[in-house]
């Protein structure tokens, strides 16, 4: 385990199998523990723990703001345009002010270059709230959850229905590859994941894991033991929105598509959800979904990468 402490978590990629595994153990160790005995309380006893937010958030910031106080630290919210960076301050130099007080630095941001430019001005470790391009946490409490109802991630079949450029589908991609689990993509020709994307992707795959890519949702679920989606339009993206919810209609995620799936298959989404449109209510609040478990392993996945690295 020391061979994690100081390293930064922007990318699942950046870590072997062994590595993330030992992760989602500490995750799960946790998420017992806090049931009875607190054996972690004291992790980040009197160390400061800068969040810094670009994009606003409910599950990320409370996770982590919560995360940090139940380990002993004491977490400092920053919003952007609270700082000198509002004012012309480069991401650089704020990264290097940052270094000499705080003991570990989250970002939420929008582009993943600002959280490439942090962690190399600063040497605390610093933890990837989602970029852009990536959203490693919730990657990791998406399959700590599949672990908790399936026993394991290699061999189960992952199938995510919509964008399939998304910062969530990539970087669920690369988890559940490098985990050894097979994923399958649904997504229009214009939102599949570029051919660089994909072929690196494919490079990270342990235990002959499988990366599909298809256009349609009724062949993708079949035989899937999770199906996963996420909003169509995010943060920055709203001139595109009526263009996106026009080609992303047939892959609402609905009680007529989970017909096309196994009985036992799993339903998950990363929240906030728009009901109605990539995903219906009876689908969301049904009795396959795992949403709420998703939501709440946030937290014990983050308290895990936070107690190896800080």
């Avoid at 590595?19 to 989602?24: A, I, P």
């Avoid at 400061?48 to 670009?54: E, K, M, P, V």
């Avoid at 920055?236 to 799936?261: F, H, I, K, N, V």
Wanted: proline fraction near 4%; hydrophobic fraction near 40%; include cysteine.
């Amino acid at each position: 385990m020391k061979r994690l402490i100081g390293r930064d978590f922007l990318d699942t990629a950046d870590f072997t199998k062994d590595d993330l595994t030992t992760m989602l153990r500490r995750a799960a160790e946790m998420k017992s523990e806090d049931r009875h005995r607190k054996r972690f309380t004291a992790c980040l006893k009197g160390k400061s723990i800068a969040l810094l937010f670009q994009k606003p958030s409910t599950r990320t910031r409370i996770s982590f703001d919560v995360g940090v106080h139940q380990l002993g630290g004491h977490p400092i919210y920053l919003g952007w345009n609270e700082l000198q960076l509002g004012r012309g301050e480069t991401v650089a130099d704020t990264g290097r002010t940052f270094d000499r007080f705080v003991d570990g630095i989250v970002a939420r941001v929008f582009k993943h270059s600002d959280l490439e430019t942090i962690a190399q001005a600063a040497k605390a470790p610093v933890i990837n709230a989602l970029s852009d391009t990536l959203h490693p946490c919730q990657a990791m409490a998406d399959c700590l959850t599949v672990m908790e109802k399936k026993g394991r991630i290699e061999g189960i079949n992952f199938t995510f229905v919509g964008d399939g450029n998304s910062n969530v589908c990539r970087s669920l991609t690369k988890l559940v590859l490098q985990l050894g689990g097979n994923m399958t993509i649904a997504s229009p020709r214009v939102f599949m994941p570029p051919e660089e994307f994909v072929r690196s992707a494919k490079a990270l795959s342990s235990g002959g894991a499988r990366l599909e890519l298809t256009e349609s949702p009724d062949e993708a679920v079949k035989g899937a033991d999770v199906v996963y989606t996420d909003v169509w339009v995010s943060m920055g993206q709203e001139s595109e929105s009526d263009a996106r919810r026009a080609m992303l209609q047939p892959y609402r995620l609905s009680a007529q598509l989970m017909t096309a799936a196994p009985s036992d298959a799993m339903v998950m989404h990363c929240l906030p959800a728009h009901r109605g449109e990539e995903i219906t209510d009876d689908v969301i609040d049904g009795k396959s979904s795992v949403v709420w478990e998703q939501a709440e392993n946030r937290l014990h996945v983050q308290k895990g990468i936070m107690s190896l690295l800080f």
